[in-house]
T-cell receptor, first 118, second 115 residues
Framework: GAGVSQSPRYKVAKRGQDVALRCDPISGHVSLFWYQQALGQGPEFLTYFQNEAQLDKSGLPSDRFFAERPEGSVSTLKIQRTQQEDSAVYLC????????????????FGQGTRLTVV | SQQGEEDPQALSIQEGENATMNCSYKTSINNLQWYRQNSGRGLVHLILIRSNEREKHSGRLRVTLDTSKKSSSLLITASRAADTASYFCATDANAGGTSYGKLTFGQGTILTVHP
C-alpha cells in the first residue's frame, strides 16, 4: 500500500476487556515497530519485528501486552485485561532497515490507534 | 524512558518568523531524526541527519547536530500557519555498531504559528 495503515483508528474498551490492534506496513518493509504514545508525551518503543521474528520486546510494559507478525507482513498488538493506564495512542512504523547494520533510513508511521479504557 | 529533552516545550510565533527548537540526548547515536505530528496526519518524517554530519537542509528546514554536546537544533524559516504542530526529535542509538532503527523520542515542542 501507499503507507502504513492501522485499524481501528479509535477504540474504546471497558476495563478488563481484551483488544487487538492491527498494523499493515508498507509492502516489502522488513522492519516493523510498535510504539505507545501517552497524552502530551513522545512515543515510546514497545517492540520490534524483523520479518516474522520478534527481536526486541523490551518495551512491552507487562505480560498483558503481546505482539505478533506471523507471516512477516501484517502485525497485531494485543492487550489483555485492559487497564486505564493502557489508554494511549498506539503507533506502528515500518522501515526498509534490514537490521544488524545501521542503514540510516527513515521510519514511516501509521496514523495510530487511539485506545481509551473506561 | 525518553532519550532526552527538547526545548522549548512550547513556542508561539507569527507567520513569517523563524522557529528554532532544540533537542538533547544521552547516548551515542547512528542518526537523529525530526518528526512532525498533528492531529490530522500522525507522525511525519521531516529530516534525518547522520552522526558524521553537522548540518543538513531540506526546503525551509535546517538541522544541526553537535555530537560532542549531544544536541541538535531544528530551524524552520519563514514559518507558515500550516507549520503549527508538535515537533519531535528521535535518536537511533549506536549500540556497539549495530542498529535496527529503534527510535527514542524526546518529549516534543508544540509550535503555534499565528497567521
Amino acid at each position: 500500500g501507499a503507507g502504513v495503515s492501522q485499524s481501528p483508528r479509535y477504540k474504546v474498551a471497558k476495563r478488563g476487556q481484551d483488544v487487538a490492534l492491527r498494523c499493515d506496513p508498507i509492502s516489502g518493509h522488513v522492519s516493523l515497530f510498535w510504539y505507545q504514545q501517552a497524552l502530551g508525551q513522545g512515543p515510546e518503543f514497545l517492540t520490534y519485528f524483523q520479518n516474522e521474528a520478534q527481536l526486541d520486546k523490551s518495551g512491552l510494559p507487562s505480560d498483558r501486552f503481546f505482539a505478533e507478525r506471523p507471516e512477516g507482513s501484517v502485525s497485531t498488538l494485543k492487550i489483555q485485561r485492559t487497564q486505564q493506564e493502557d489508554s494511549a495512542v498506539y503507533l506502528c512504523a515500518s522501515s526498509r532497515n534490514l537490521g544488524d547494520i545501521p542503514m540510516n533510513t527513515e521510519a514511516f508511521f501509521g496514523q495510530g490507534t487511539r485506545l481509551t479504557v473506561v | 524512558s525518553q532519550q532526552g529533552e527538547e526545548d522549548p516545550q512550547a513556542l508561539s510565533i507569527q507567520e513569517g518568523e523563524n522557529a528554532t527548537m532544540n533537542c538533547s540526548y544521552k547516548t551515542s547515536i547512528n542518526n537523529l531524526q525530526w518528526y512532525r505530528q498533528n492531529s490530522g496526519r500522525g507522525l511525519v518524517h521531516l529530516i534525518l541527519i547522520r552522526s558524521n554530519e553537522r548540518e543538513k537542509h531540506s526546503g525551509r528546514l535546517r538541522v544541526t547536530l553537535d555530537t560532542s554536546k549531544k544536541s541538535s537544533s531544528l530551524l524552520i524559516t519563514a514559518s507558515r500557519a500550516a507549520d503549527t504542530a508538535s515537533y519531535f526529535c528521535a535518536t537511533d542509538a549506536n549500540a556497539g555498531g549495530t542498529s535496527y532503527g529503534k527510535l527514542t523520542f524526546g518529549q516534543g515542542t508544540i509550535l503555534t504559528v499565528h497567521p
